[in-house]
């Protein structure tokens, strides 16, 4: 299926209710909303292999897609895709400057009541990442790059 806004996602099910759902946007990064059944166990799969188990809130899953795509891997046996994905709780504002390998960047993350102790960063193996609270911008977090993907912040509610 092709969302209004690019988005791309195909849903793959068996009998036994395992869901494997595919998701890319071809030209750009964007935070997304997959809705989802509340408190499901989701585990993300990057291309790079990496793994994140989240749980989704009675929202969704809230997520960053772009032309590496990544797959959610859940049980549900009755739900399809969904008919349209909303804007993400979690907003994660890029960094001014390219992001480069052996370098630290700093990603500004924005919604409602985020505070540090909120949230979950997740980065590829071997980068390092330092969540703090910045005084008028709110939570961000600090990434030592050791590869080309990016890490995924999410929200825990």
């Given at each position: 299926?092709?969302?209004?806004?690019?988005?791309?996602?195909?849903?793959?099910?068996?009998?036994?209710?395992?869901?494997?759902?595919?998701?890319?946007?071809?030209?750009?990064?964007?935070?997304?909303?997959?809705?989802?059944?509340?408190?499901?166990?989701?585990?993300l799969?990057?291309?790079?292999?990496?793994?994140t188990?989240?749980?989704?809130?009675?929202?969704?899953?809230?997520?960053?897609?772009?032309?590496?795509?990544?797959?959610?891997?859940?049980?549900?046996?009755k739900?399809?895709?969904?008919k349209?994905?909303?804007?993400?709780?979690?907003?994660?504002?890029?960094?001014?400057?390219?992001?480069?390998?052996?370098?630290?960047?700093?990603?500004?993350?924005?919604?409602?009541?985020l505070?540090?102790?909120?949230?979950?960063?997740?980065?590829?193996?071997?980068?390092?990442?330092?969540?703090?609270?910045?005084?008028?911008?709110?939570?961000q977090?600090?990434?030592?790059?050791?590869?080309?993907?990016?890490?995924?912040?999410?929200?825990?509610?």
């Amino acid at each position: 299926m092709q969302y209004s806004d690019g988005v791309q996602a195909y849903l793959f099910r068996d009998a036994l209710g395992k869901c494997l759902q595919i998701l890319w946007l071809d030209d750009r990064r964007k935070d997304i909303l997959v809705p989802l059944p509340p408190g499901k166990s989701v585990e993300l799969v990057r291309v790079d292999g990496s793994r994140t188990e989240m749980r989704s809130t009675a929202e969704g899953i809230s997520l960053s897609v772009s032309p590496e795509s990544v797959l959610l891997a859940y049980q549900d046996e009755k739900a399809g895709l969904a008919k349209t994905l909303a804007t993400s709780i979690l907003q994660m504002e890029m960094p001014r400057d390219a992001i480069s390998v052996g370098s630290t960047s700093t990603f500004v993350l924005k919604g409602p009541g985020l505070t540090v102790q909120s949230l979950r960063v997740s980065c590829p193996p071997l980068w390092t990442a330092a969540l703090n609270q910045a005084a008028h911008s709110g939570p961000q977090f600090d990434v030592r790059t050791r590869g080309a993907h990016l890490c995924a912040a999410s929200c825990r509610r």
